[in-house]
């Protein structure tokens, strides 16, 4: 595609709900890093992917939180039990590969709110 | 802890004048260190990527600069238009055991004024 697509655009839950947010990487491009922004935040780091191995998922704030990505393009970011704390903009970013200096581009992201 | 800090955090200032935003981190060991321009409601999108080994780079009227021994960046806005309008992060990479994992600072909001 001609960016990186992130689907829905906006998902409003309840707590305690599981959610399932899906980004699209550019294609060919074989890192996908997952950020989470709060408002009046920068992004903060979630994980990063590899090809289809989680490379460094340090950044996930409990094991509420996962992310697959099976055939090392989709990625699917999956929240259980959310709680109000996790509602934020979810980023994806693709890059060609792991570098220095390789150009991240983001997605829109996804508006997640937990009422 | 891996800090990125940036200042000021909000700006405003009239069509056509420059100005230039600061960034101070503590990341280490440092990989690189980029600016990115966000518009509300959209992804980050690059602007300058610099390693370690440069100390300046340019994208049109954008100019960053780093300072690796103090752990300093600036980015420099030329002749500033409406659409400058936006919030302006500074992110560096850590390399730390060969894994590229990046640190965001919260961003400087600009807003220039016709």
């Known amino acids: 595609g001609a960016g990186v697509s992130q689907t829905p655009s906006n998902k409003v839950t309840e707590k305690g709900k599981y959610v399932e947010l899906r980004c699209d990487p550019i294609?060919?491009?074989?890192?996908l890093y997952w950020y989470r922004q709060s408002l009046g935040q920068g992004p903060e780091f979630l994980i990063y992917?590899?090809?289809?191995?989680?490379?460094?998922d340090s950044g996930l704030p409990n094991d509420r939180f996962f992310a697959v990505r099976p055939e090392g393009s989709v990625s699917t970011l999956k929240i259980q039990r959310t709680e109000r704390g996790d509602s934020a903009v979810y980023l994806c970013?693709?890059?060609?590969?792991?570098?220095?200096?390789?150009?991240?581009?983001f997605g829109p992201g996804t508006r997640l709110t937990v009422l | 802890k891996n800090q990125v800090e940036q200042s000021p955090q909000s700006l405003i200032i009239l069509e056509g004048k420059n100005c230039t935003l600061q960034?101070?981190?503590?990341?280490?060991?440092?990989?690189?260190l980029r600016w990115y321009k966000q518009d509300t409601g959209r992804g980050p999108v690059s602007l300058t990527i610099?390693?370690?080994?440069?100390n300046t780079k340019s994208n049109g009227r954008y100019t960053a600069t780093l300072d690796a021994d103090t752990k300093q960046s600036s980015l420099h806005i030329t002749a500033s238009q409406l659409s400058d309008s936006a919030s302006y992060i500074c992110?560096?990479?850590?390399?730390?055991?060969?894994?590229?994992?990046?640190?965001f600072g919260t961003g400087t909001r600009l807003k220039v004024l016709a």
């Open positions: 970013a693709s890059s060609l590969k792991v570098s220095g200096r390789d150009e991240q581009f």
């Open positions: 294609s060919g491009h074989t890192a």
């Open positions: 992917f590899q090809g289809t191995g989680a490379a460094d």
């Open positions: 960034c101070n981190y503590t990341v280490s060991p440092f990989s690189n």
């Open positions: 610099m390693t370690f080994s440069e």
């Open positions: 992110v560096v990479g850590d390399s730390t055991s060969g894994t590229y994992k990046y640190i």
